[in-house]
């Protein structure tokens, strides 16, 4: 698993001191006084069974120390996270603030009966966390609920759109090597490619068992603010006739116009092109049904199967030795465009990490604890790891990783073991890197591919629409009624023409049957959202 996660964004770093101890201090706070205060501040949250209780982890116990705010942690196990809080919300038992155990319904839900306290008010006494919005004012329209109000702070975690990737295709280079084959540049060049991976035993061992284009397409799923569909799907290949499909089939125009990615000549054309290399075998033919497990066991076979993938992160899935064979390919060009374009995701990951109930005794403190996070050192120690433990400075005063403790054999382990991560009002932004803390490790790879196939240079900054969106109760209920619809007929006729071809036939059903179930209503409910959230920005 990636240490990080996601983010996009920027910003300019607040001060970064340092300690006689090498801890930087929390801006705005009482440090080193001494005995800290704030122990009567309830906080929920949601706990991963890898965590250390919060009030043992290292982060914590350093933080407090500058902070002088001490937090009373009640923690729930995060299986069961979601019934506890809604049977605190409709019982109206609130603590002073939840933490990471609440999404943007729930909250919208709630703050129609007044149960959170907005917080808009306090934000001016708060400096690090103004100085992160005045830099990057999309971030201050994504935390805004349609009523004007902000009731929650954020999770941000930027890694140069590494969450807005839709996935990379990596081709096996000593196949390349040894047909004599170059990297492939268009669509028709990568079709011949594949051709000869399936017919001319490249693996050597005598028999017909080569894969051309491997998928674990069973993984797959698309909705409003899925993730990862198009990291196992063809959404992106869409782009090489004009249009790419984005995983909730969603795209706006530079008007701000929400369409339908999943409807047009682009989309069409590409299925049919797509179903001929199914049926010339290039296409593995047990794509729909392979998942992440039996994908890796393909990768791993010691005979060498699988000629090129479509995957997230390569390194997860072949492992470090095999995915040095594996080379990114540049995005492929085609009759109508070339591959690629970016997700409808945001790299502020939640909108709501930190939300405070109307029974909050002290909001002041609350929130001048919670903005020290949003100071830069702070924001990589809580979210990644301490320093003194997962990170020591080197002779440029940047954080980079220690050696490994405790016994435990990845970052990504102690990471778990000792901060509250995802869960966390925490703001890493890409400027951050090189002067606060070096780029995590083991995303590198990933980011060198996303840059190596033109994802960074190319879409990185594209128009997208939030994950984040807020809707009202009663449309988020009629949205999710038809989500189930709208993605059935999408995802099960797009399975269905790849493997059975008929696009032709069924094209003109299939955009009646779309209308039928509601996908136009479902648009027009994404616009308004949309168009709410860009006013906001302006």
């Not at 033919?285 to 990768?299: C, N, S, V």
Request: proline share 5%; hydrophobic share 35%.
């Amino acid at each position: 698993m990636l240490l990080g996660t996601i983010a996009l964004a920027g910003g300019v770093l607040s001060g970064c001191s340092g300690s006689k101890d090498n801890q930087p201090s929390a801006s705005g706070s009482d440090a080193g006084s001494g005995t800290a205060s704030g122990g009567n501040i309830k906080i929920v949250r949601a706990k991963d069974p890898r965590n250390l209780p919060a009030k043992d982890m290292i982060w914590y116990k350093n933080y407090t120390k500058v902070s002088g705010i001490n937090i009373n942690w009640e923690e729930i196990p995060g299986e069961s996270a979601s019934e506890k809080v809604n049977l605190m919300l409709s019982t109206n038992k609130l603590p002073d603030a939840f933490l990471g155990t609440l999404n943007t319904n729930m909250v919208m839900k709630y703050s129609a009966q007044n149960l959170f306290l907005p917080l808009e008010d306090y934000i001016q006494d708060m400096p690090n966390f103004s100085k992160m919005l005045e830099q990057r004012p999309e971030y201050k329209a994504q935390i805004t609920a349609p009523d004007g109000h902000i009731y929650g702070l954020p999770y941000i975690e930027e890694m140069f759109g590494l969450v807005a990737n839709q996935g990379i295709l990596h081709i096996y280079k000593p196949w390349l090597d040894k047909l004599g084959l170059p990297m492939p540049t268009t669509i028709d060049e990568y079709r011949d490619t594949l051709k000869k991976f399936v017919t001319m035993d490249p693996n050597g061992n005598g028999k017909a068992d080569e894969i051309g284009l491997a998928m674990a397409n069973k993984d797959a799923h698309s909705g409003i603010g899925s993730f990862g569909r198009n990291a196992n799907d063809f959404g992106q290949w869409f782009g090489l006739w004009g249009q790419a499909d984005r995983s909730d089939s969603l795209s706006v125009d530079a008007n701000g116009k929400v369409f339908s990615t999943a409807t047009t000549d682009a989309y069409k054309t590409g299925v049919e092109y797509l179903h001929q290399m199914y049926m010339d075998g290039l296409i593995d033919p047990e794509f729909l049904i392979t998942d992440g497990p039996k994908m890796q066991a393909k990768l791993t076979n010691p005979n060498v199967i699988v000629g090129s993938l479509m995957t997230f992160s390569i390194s997860d899935v072949v492992g470090a030795d095999r995915a040095k064979d594996y080379v990114a390919v540049p995005y492929l060009k085609g009759p109508g465009g070339e591959m690629g374009t970016r997700e409808n995701y945001s790299e502020m990951h939640n909108p709501v990490a930190l939300v405070l109930t109307k029974d909050a005794k002290d909001p002041k403190t609350i929130l001048k604890w919670a903005d020290g996070l949003y100071d830069p050192s702070w924001s990589v120690q809580t979210n990644w790891g301490p320093l003194g433990y997962q990170y020591k400075l080197n002779d440029k005063g940047v954080m980079v990783f220690d050696t490994l403790k405790d016994g435990l054999e990845t970052y990504s382990e102690m990471r778990g073991r000792n901060t509250i991560g995802g869960n966390s009002p925490v703001a890493v932004l890409k400027d951050y890197y090189d002067k606060v803390v070096e780029y995590p490790q083991d995303a590198q790879r990933l980011l060198n591919d996303m840059k190596a196939i033109g994802f960074v240079d190319k879409h990185l900054n594209d128009p997208y629409i939030p994950n984040t969106l807020f809707y009202d109760p009663a449309t988020s209920d009629r949205m999710a009624i038809l989500a189930a619809q709208v993605y059935g007929v999408i995802d099960n006729n797009r399975r269905k023409w790849i493997t059975d071809g008929g696009v032709d036939k069924d094209w003109d059903n299939y955009l009646k049957e779309l209308d039928k179930a509601g996908w136009n209503e479902f648009i027009g409910y994404v616009q308004k959202a949309y168009s709410t959230y860009m006013s906001n920005v302006k």
